[in-house]
């Protein structure tokens, strides 16, 4: 299984209503991680396809906050990601 996770998360990303320059970016940001740790994401996406837009959101949150060294908006970023993880 694991040899084709990286696949089927492209595949609901690509399905997903993100804009063609974001699902690049978010495609991008999983090709460069383990297969064995996409695993949980791709059960998560797949319970819920709703997830890629919120996952999304909260890279951006994060990737942002790394880039202008905004440490309140990276807590910003985890405290939401949180919320959202207990809420479903």
Known sequence: MEQNV????????EASSL???QKREFTE???????????????????????VEKLY?????????????DMAAWQDAT???KEEL???
């Open 57 to 69: 959101a909260n890279y951006r949150m994060k990737k942002d906050a790394m880039v202008t060294g």
């Open 6 to 13: 990286f696949r089927k998360i492209h595949e609901i990303i």
């Open 19 to 21: 804009t063609v320059a």
């Open 29 to 51: 940001f999983f090709a460069q991680t383990k297969e064995s740790a996409l695993i949980p994401v791709l059960k998560l996406l797949e319970s819920d396809t709703g997830w």
């Open 86 to 88: 207990v809420e479903n």
């Open 79 to 81: 405290e939401k990601e």
